[in-house]
């Protein structure tokens, strides 16, 4: 296989390394496949090559998944879940799972690595399509902050889990699904909201390319 680094990301510079190198993936951030989609020169870019990558880094709105998958051939484009404490990630959905679980979800977990739904207050485990704090345990989580034990022990519990302060839960098939995170929820009502819930709804309107609540 063969690698097209680019320096920084620009999705002009993106644009031309797929249409010069017929490159086959892309790994990267929603924001920037968001980018790519909006540019001036996407209409002309060759994408036939085109067939999986990895979308990472931040929660991705299932509009822009499915655009991906449909404009820019990337039809075995997989999501991986986790975060810099956590690397190279928790959880990854498979190219041969069904489209909607790999727009929907952020898969299963990977290899060696222990996923589970807690009750954030309590730490019990909570039961399927419930939302709770997601937790992991693994060779992948990290010793620790540098010098900051306090942190550590405020991240990693004394069993080893890594709280990763995500909502999240998990369905009856072991696939999980971010909801938000525990301190964005917003409490209206009596009701508990969660603004990727709202974000994933506006963004489905065709005059909105981004947005954050």
Not at 4 to 9: E, Q, W
Not at 193 to 213: L, R, W
Request: glycine share 8%; hydrophobic share 35%; with cysteine.
């Amino acid at each position: 296989a063969t690698m097209s680094p680019i320096p920084s990301f620009s999705p002009k510079k993106s644009l031309d390394c797929v249409q010069k190198e017929k490159i086959t993936c892309i790994n990267g951030v929603p924001t920037m496949f968001i980018a790519m989609m909006g540019h001036e020169d996407f209409a002309a870019t060759d994408f036939s090559h085109m067939r999986t990558g990895i979308m990472a880094g931040s929660p991705c709105p299932i509009k822009v998944m499915e655009d991906v998958v449909e404009k820019m051939n990337m039809s075995e484009i997989t999501i991986v879940f986790g975060q810099t404490e956590s690397s190279p990630g928790c959880t990854q959905s498979r190219v041969d799972d069904p489209l909607e679980l790999r727009v929907q979800t952020v898969g299963r977990p990977l290899p060696g690595i222990e996923c589970k739904i807690v009750n954030p207050e309590t730490g019990e485990e909570l039961p399927h399509g419930v939302d709770g704090e997601f937790v992991a345990r693994g060779y992948n989580i990290m010793k620790g902050y540098y010098k900051m034990p306090e942190a550590t022990a405020a991240a990693i519990d004394e069993n080893g889990w890594l709280h990763t302060g995500d909502l999240a839960q998990r369905d009856a098939k072991g696939y999980f699904k971010i909801t938000g995170r525990i301190r964005d929820m917003i409490i209206r009502g009596g009701e508990n909201i969660y603004p990727k819930e709202i974000e994933d709804f506006i963004y489905t309107h065709p005059k909105v390319s981004d947005v954050q609540v």
